[in-house]
């Protein structure tokens, strides 16, 4: 496991950002993957990158599709035939991180999963102003808390790139965070972690899972309002390169 800036940004991430931004612009015509230091691939197929972010990444991979009869350049042999390379990962109660986390995917042509509690969080549990202990307070204050996920499983198996979105509660990442970096191989995947707030900032959590998880390649996280514009995300996610 490594955890690193992002200004220390690898090949990895610059040739993904390639293809989502335009391979003309990084000087280069091709796609596929590129390696990411001696373990990590990574890279979205530029079928499903959807520039405008107007629409899906289904609507746009479907919108990438040639149509038989008309002459376009075959695409290069390296470039997967479907699916994307990228997964935004997120957990979010009160709906401002899955917000962030689906307008990220559209602008990064990426897939998206959720991390749904076994147990729901009910509005009780979430009422930080509650001088009771509440779930939430009860779990940030035990660090070993280790709340049960629940949903369908997610599956990291053919992604280079993870974005991992949560919302800050009491300055930390909410421990369910904690059980999934801890349930999950990030071998050969670069993390980039990503969080939503009243206004902390992301703090130490994106160190904390990182070491938590012990595998993958961990990239400094960034703190988001639950407003920001599609613009100011994507000029991060240019900044990322
Ligand atoms: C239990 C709890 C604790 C919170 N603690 C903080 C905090 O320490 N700092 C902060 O800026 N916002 C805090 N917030 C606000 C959330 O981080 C913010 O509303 C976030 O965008 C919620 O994300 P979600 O809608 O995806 O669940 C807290 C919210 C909850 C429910």
């Known amino acids: 496991m490594k ?20 391979a003309a612009a990084c000087g280069s015509g091709g796609s596929g993957a590129a390696a990411q230091g001696d373990e990590t691939t990574a890279a979205v197929p530029a079928e499903t990158v959807n520039a405008d972010a107007a629409e899906t990444p289904a609507e746009a991979s479907a919108a990438a599709e040639t149509p038989e009869n008309e002459e376009t350049p075959a695409p ?4 997967p035939a479907a699916g994307s390379d990228v997964l935004v990962v997120y957990f979010s109660v009160t709906g401002n991180t ?9 602008i990064l042509g990426a897939d998206t999963a959720e991390i ?37 499983e997610i599956s990291l ?23 999934f970096v801890e349930s999950h191989d990030f071998t050969g995947i670069t993390v980039i972690p990503f969080c939503t707030s009243g206004s902390s900032g992301i703090g130490s959590t994106g160190s904390r899972l990182a070491e938590l998880a012990g595998t993958g390649d961990w990239l ?9 514009s599609d613009e100011e995300l994507r000029a991060w996610i240019e900044g990322l390169s």
């Open 220 to 228: 400094e996280g960034q703190r988001f309002s639950g407003s920001v």
């Open 76 to 79: 290069a042999a390296e470039t």
């Open 116 to 152: 749904v509690p076994a147990q729901p969080y009910t509005d009780e549990d979430i009422d930080y102003s509650s001088d009771e202990p509440r779930r939430s307070r009860i779990e940030a204050d035990d660090p070993a808390s280790r709340p049960e996920i629940g949903g369908d």
């Open 98 to 106: 899955r917000g962030v986390a689906e307008r990220m995917a559209a």
């Open 3 to 22: 955890y690193r800036r992002s200004l220390t940004m690898t090949a990895a991430i610059l040739a993904a950002l390639c293809l989502v931004f335009g």
């Open 157 to 179: 198996e053919g992604y280079g790139t993870v974005f991992l979105g949560y919302p800050i509660w009491y300055g930390q990442e909410p421990r369910i965070l904690d059980t």
